[in-house]
């Protein structure tokens, strides 16, 4: 089947993740996310995208981690997602804004009560002595927060992606894939498509 190209990438990627929640045996919410230092060092790393809407794609992580620091100061990120069992690929390219501070409460009270000690007791990308050294921290914000709600910690937020380029791949016969960009202009998307 090829790239059914529509007048929004938004729906149909939108579309193309809920098949992959009915295919994938894992999450099909892992993507990777690249960033890249101020003189354009690379890295990548997976996130769970935890939002997609016409605002852009949305992702949590610790902000004193390397890829805040990085985002901070190179905002433009890409994003990579493959579901093995559609064989689709989705690669997303765009500025990186801060989400709104209501909307990472919201999404951090979502979450279970250990992952949120767990993001208090994390110093994401910092070097760690030993596992003891965690589970002491772990300990520590388990007692301090033995009663009640577990706030959301100031170093722990979120990050949205707003798309300027959004290209679906699809697995076609003898490697002739299907590739559709979109490229958002000033009056909205407009598509082409690529040689495989
Ligand atoms: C499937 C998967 C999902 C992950 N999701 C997240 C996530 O949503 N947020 C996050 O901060 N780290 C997540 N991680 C861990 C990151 O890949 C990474 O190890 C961590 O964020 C530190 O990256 P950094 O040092 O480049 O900042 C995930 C790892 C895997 C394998």
């Known amino acids: 089947m090829a790239v059914t190209i529509s007048a929004d990438p938004i ?15 894992a999450d099909p919410t892992a993507m990777a996310l690249a960033t890249a230092t101020a003189d354009g060092v690379p890295s990548a790393r997976m996130v769970l995208l935890k939002g997609v809407d016409d605002q852009g794609f949305t992702f949590f992580t610790n902000l004193n981690s390397r890829k805040s620091h990085e985002l901070t100061a190179n905002p ?21 804004e801060p989400v709104e501070v209501a909307e990472a409460d919201e999404y951090f009270a979502t979450r279970p009560r250990l ?23 772990v300990a520590r914000y388990t007692a301090r927060f ?51």
């Not at 729906?11 to 045996?25: D, I, K, R, S």
């Not at 069992?85 to 990186?96: D, H, P, T």
């Open 146 to 196: 033995h009663v009640g709600d577990v706030p959301r910690p100031e170093f722990w937020s979120g990050f949205r992606v707003v798309p300027d380029h959004i290209e679906f791949w699809e697995d076609q016969p003898f490697r002739l894939h299907d590739r559709v960009v979109y490229h958002r202009g000033e009056d909205g998307w407009t598509t082409e498509r690529l040689y495989p």
């Open 115 to 137: 992952s949120q000690i767990g993001a208090w007791a994390s110093k994401q990308s910092r070097p760690l002595e030993g596992r003891f050294e965690l589970e002491g921290r």
């Open 11 to 25: 729906g149909l990627f939108q579309a193309w993740l809920a098949e992959a929640h009915e295919t994938e045996p």
């Open 76 to 96: 433009r990120a890409a994003l990579c997602v493959h579901w093995k069992s559609l064989k689709r690929q989705v690669r997303v390219e765009g500025a990186v």
